[in-house]
């Protein structure tokens, strides 16, 4: 499989028609507001980024530096992605069969494209770990990968300077739950990830 960042959007099968957002990790790392939209059991659920967007699903791009098959009955997988900013942390089990089969069989390291939904989880001492439940992951090249950064990047800053101006409900709720979250480290981290492109 060898498909490009696009054609896996088309491609993934789901019925949510959810836009994937790019998002790098260290702004997913200081997620902590976690809710649904709307009261049916089958209402999606959404994390929200601090710089004031909805996530239901998201896109990345990075190094699987390491991936480890746990269970026996029922099989899953743990993988580390690493993107210029920190780690992402993705599981695949068999309630999605074939993002687990992909996960199997790519060697590690490797540049991989992942779609897959963000989860949060509250740890004992009050801290949150994000994680992605993969939808789909494929091996990309090099290329790919600095175009995720650089349009990661154009994005991060887009909702950065929403967040300084925007009235959106979304927007609202982030300034409540993230009052420390300082657009000049979030504008800083989108600059020094593509500080690493070699153009």
């Known amino acids: 499989m060898s498909a490009t960042a696009p054609e896996m959007g088309r491609r993934d099968g789901s019925f949510e028609r959810e836009p994937a957002r790019r998002v790098f990790a260290s702004e997913l790392r200081e997620c902590r507001y976690q809710f649904k939209d709307g009261e049916d059991e089958k209402s999606p659920t959404f994390v929200l980024l601090p710089t004031g967007e909805r996530s239901n699903r998201i896109f990345i791009v ?19 992605v690493i993107d210029p900013t920190g780690t992402f942390f993705i599981m695949a089990g068999s309630y999605q069969p074939e993002a687990m089969q992909q996960l199997a069989k790519i060697e590690t390291p490797a540049f991989v494209a992942v779609i897959g939904k963000p989860n949060l989880y509250q740890k004992p001492d009050g801290s949150y770990l994000a994680s992605i439940r993969v939808e789909a992951i494929t091996v990309v090249d090099k ?9 990661t990047a154009a994005r991060t800053l887009d909702r950065v300077d929403a967040l300084a101006t925007g009235t959106s409900s979304d927007i609202a709720k982030a300034k409540e739950q993230y009052p420390t979250v300082d657009p000049a480290v979030c504008r800083k981290m ?3 990830a593509l500080a690493q492109i070699k153009m």
């Open 143 to 151: 290329e790919t990968r600095e175009l995720w950064i650089l349009d």
């Open 190 to 192: 989108a600059y020094d």
């Open 62 to 80: 990075g190094t699987l530096t390491e991936k480890t098959r746990q269970g026996e009955q029922n099989i899953f997988y743990r993988g580390r």
